[in-house]
C-alpha cells in the first residue's frame, strides 16, 4: 500500500489559480498509476487527471486545458496546476495511486472556488 498525503486546497475566487500536491511513500517511478479525482457535495467522485508511469496523461474533459497533472521524481511527488478556476471545480480533490494492481487513497483537500 502506498502512503499518500495532500496539500494545497483553499479559497481561491474564480479565475484564480492553485496547486495541489501529493506526497508518495513509495518511489513514485515505481507507481502505475497516479492520479487525481474530485468529489463535490451530492456528487460521485470523478476522475480530474491521470499520469502513468511512462508519462501518458489524461484529463476529463471539464478540465482540459485548465489543469495539469506532472510528477517531481526527486520529491517522489505529483502535483495538479489548476488555471482559469470556476465554482463548478469547488470539491475535495483525492489523489490516488494504482501500485501493484491496488488503488490507494489521499485523505483529500478542500478547494473551494467562489464566484
Known amino acids: 500500500q502506498v502512503q499518500l498525503v495532500e496539500s494545497g486546497g483553499d479559497l481561491v475566487q474564480a479565475g484564480g489559480s492553485l496547486r495541489l500536491s501529493c506526497a508518495t511513500s513509495?518511489?513514485?517511478?515505481?507507481?502505475?498509476?497516479m492520479s487525481w479525482h474530485r468529489q463535490a457535495p451530492g456528487k460521485q467522485r470523478e476522475l480530474v487527471a491521470a499520469?502513468?508511469?511512462?508519462?501518458?496523461?489524461n484529463y476529463a474533459d471539464s478540465v482540459k486545458g485548465r489543469f495539469t497533472i506532472s510528477r517531481d521524481n526527486a520529491k517522489n511527488t505529483v502535483y495538479l496546476q489548476m488555471n482559469s478556476l470556476k465554482p463548478e471545480d469547488t470539491a475535495v480533490y483525492y489523489c490516488?495511486?494504482?501500485?501493484?494492481?491496488?488503488?490507494?487513497w489521499g485523505q483529500g483537500t478542500q478547494v473551494t472556488v467562489s464566484s
Open positions: 490516488n495511486a494504482n501500485y501493484l494492481g491496488r488503488d490507494s
Open positions: 513509495k518511489n513514485i517511478v515505481s507507481i502505475n498509476v
Open positions: 499520469l502513468a508511469r511512462g508519462g501518458n496523461r
